[in-house]
T-cell receptor, first 109, second 112 residues
Framework: GQNIDQPTEMTATEGAIVQINCTYQ??????LFWYQQHAGEAPTFLSY????GLEEKGRFSSFLSRSKGYSYLLLKELQMKDSASYLCAVRDNDYKLSFGAGTTVTVRA | IAGITQAPTSQILAAGRRMTLRCTQD?????MYWYRQDLGLGLRLIHY???????GKGEVPDGYSVSRANTDDFPLTLASAVPSQTSVYFC???????????FGPGTRLTVL
């Protein structure tokens, strides 16, 4: 099975940086995904890591350490529209995703 | 291009009734999935289909059934709804099971 942990809530100020951590204990690993979900909407794909290291995509970056079972999503230059839930998901060897409960980020002016 | 559509948007259902949630994608994706999302638990996989004609069980399949007669459609059926099936249901698809998943807008189901 999969055990995926991420903080429940985080609050940050507009223009700041926030780092959302995700730790996982899994029976198999075949990549880690981050999704963004605004309230009442569908999750949308943000990033994917399968090898150790940092993947950068504009204001968002994602990091993976497979040996530590650890990932983080870094959101820079926060904007009000970044207020959302961020979901960490691990893909197992059968290519199925297991999701964490999500981290709700609130951006304050 | 619509992507993935789900119907209905929301539904209130009496316990014991049969209900089918519809999901259609126009991206010609091979793989499709059904998840339920409950507060504090995140998304949990109910059933999946890697390609038309095949289906598999996810983490929480009991009380649900699916079929995949063609590439585009992946309906989810609750044979006899129970209150614990109150949830938001998301359908998703991916080009292959190795690719990122695209999610539909969801169906909010309440079973009384």
């Amino acid at each position: 099975g999969q055990n995926i942990d991420q903080p429940t809530e985080m609050t940050a100020t507009e223009g700041a940086i926030v780092q959302i951590n995700c730790t996982y204990q899994t029976s198999g690993f075949n990549g880690l995904f981050w999704y963004q979900q605004h309230a009442g909407e569908a999750p949308t794909f943000l990033s994917y890591n399968v090898l150790d290291g940092l993947e950068e995509k504009g204001r968002f970056s994602s990091f993976l350490s497979r040996s530590k079972g650890y990932s983080y999503l870094l959101l820079k230059e926060l904007q009000m529209k970044d207020s959302a839930s961020y979901l960490c998901a691990v893909r197992d060897n059968d290519y199925k995703l297991s999701f964490g409960a999500g981290t709700t980020v609130t951006v304050r002016a | 291009i619509a992507g993935i559509t789900q119907a209905p948007t929301s539904q209130i259902l009496a316990a014991g009734r049969r209900m089918t949630l519809r999901c259609t994608q126009d991206m010609r994706h091979n793989a499709m999935y059904w998840y339920r999302q409950d507060l504090g638990l995140g998304l949990r996989l109910i059933h999946y289909s890697n390609t038309a004609g095949t289906t598999g069980k996810g983490e929480v399949p009991d009380g649900y059934s699916v079929s995949r007669a063609n590439t585009d459609d992946f309906p989810l059926t609750l044979a006899s709804a129970v209150p614990s099936q109150t949830s938001v249901y998301f359908c998703a698809s991916s080009e292959g099971d190795y690719n990122e998943q695209f999610f539909g807008p969801g169906t909010r189901l309440t079973v009384l």
